[in-house]
């Protein structure tokens, strides 16, 4: 039930093109966190979701806090090749720790 | 500014030798301190994490440890590697409320 389910495990885009990813679980989460990972580096937090129905922005990246509480989505518009990286959904567990999904693989091509 | 430091960058240990891994943080007091590991440049495992100085939990049964001998250092050590200990090591803090958490740059480590 803590499992963190994130599609698709990989993406091959042109560049310019709008790209959508999603998370889901069968718990009720409070927090929705999206990070992403550059190519051997740790990963950096985009945006973090706090209330159902929560829709955020942070530039060219979108994310919404699903309604039912269990999924997530994030957006990315008119990728540039340096959106190329692994995005993981994420949420938090009691002291503070994370649990992340497996993590989409996003790859532009210029 | 906070600012997180964790090394080596890279590490090529035989299977056996002993390994120890360093991660201090800047610019806080009492952070929250946390090892994950990452294979495959796929989803990351919490290894350990700890909440003050000597106060360390450990989240999956494996071959290493972790101590917090002060409260900005976090280190993550083995007696003996196994080829499976390959990975990318990422050592992380928070402030403990809100999502406030910042990763190192991460140590890649290989067992031959």
């Known amino acids: 039930g803590q499992q963190l389910n994130q599609s698709p495990q990989s993406m091959f885009i042109q560049e310019g093109e709008d790209v959508s990813m999603n998370c889901t679980s069968s718990?009720?989460?409070?927090?929705w966190l999206w990070y992403k990972q550059d190519p051997g580096e740790g990963p950096v937090l985009l945006i973090a979701l706090y209330k159902a129905g929560e829709l955020t922005s942070n530039g060219r990246l979108t994310a919404q806090f699903g309604i039912t509480r269990k999924d997530s989505f994030l957006n990315i518009s008119a990728s540039i090749p340096s959106d190329v990286g692994i995005y993981f959904c994420?949420?938090?567990?009691?002291?503070?720790?994370?649990?992340f999904g497996e993590g989409t693989q996003l790859t532009v091509n210029p | 500014s906070q600012t997180i430091h964790q090394w080596p960058a890279t590490l090529v240990q035989p299977v056996g030798s002993p390994l120890s891994l360093e991660c201090t943080v800047e610019g806080t007091s009492n952070p929250n301190l946390y090892w994950y590991r990452q294979a495959a440049g796929r989803g990351l495992q919490l290894l350990f994490y700890s909440v003050g100085i000597g106060q360390i939990s450990s989240e999956v049964p494996q071959n290493l440890s972790a101590s917090r001998p002060q409260d900005r250092q976090f280190i993550l050590s083995s007696k003996k590697l196994l080829l499976s200990d390959s990975g990318f090591y990422l050592c992380a803090w928070s402030p403990g409320q809100g999502p406030g958490y910042t990763f190192g740059s991460g140590t890649r480590l290989t067992v031959v």
């Open positions: 718990s009720i989460f409070n927090t």
């Open positions: 994420a949420r938090e567990t009691s002291g503070s720790r994370l649990t």
